[in-house]
């Protein structure tokens, strides 16, 4: 996402089999786009993606900067960036995803990803463990 950088904290206590599965998938680089059910969400789409994950300290409404991953099921798997007021959903209706981590850095740059990902379009994002 250009020059926007992020910190998290990953939920280890409360999601250790989601955390496990998004370690594997690290270095993550993707394409990130505006949410179009969601509300002030962006979101990573993973297509088809079988994870082997079941729910998972989730909900359906993310507070900014908690990253969820919707482990696939009656819509596709992606990972949930919210960034303002979000209920997380799919063309399908209402869903909730596994909140795997929380944003300790970089909040005041969240409302940016808004605007980069509906005003110019799919961003690309890196996501890796440091």
């Known amino acids: 996402m250009g020059a926007l950088t ?3 904290r990953l939920e280890e206590n409360a999601a250790p089999k989601t955390v496990a599965v998004i370690r594997k998938m690290l270095p993550l680089k993707s394409k990130i786009v505006h949410c179009r059910w969601s509300g ?3 979101w ?4 088809e993606r079988k994870l082997g994950l079941d729910f ?3 909900t359906s409404h993310p507070g900014p900067g908690m990253l969820l991953l919707y482990p ?5 798997t992606e990972l949930l960036f919210p960034y303002g007021s979000t209920m997380f959903a799919s063309k399908v209706g209402q869903l909730a995803g596994n909140h795997f981590a929380t944003l300790t850095q970089g909040q ?3 409302p940016e ?3 980069l990902t509906l005003w110019e379009g799919a961003q690309d ?3 890796e463990e440091v």
């Open 125 to 127: 994002i890196t996501i």
């Open 6 to 8: 992020f910190t998290a």
């Open 44 to 47: 990573i789409p993973m297509g």
């Open 113 to 115: 990803i808004g605007r």
């Open 72 to 76: 696939g099921g009656i819509s596709e």
């Open 40 to 42: 002030e969400s962006t």
């Open 56 to 58: 998972e300290n989730h």
């Open 108 to 110: 005041e740059q969240l």
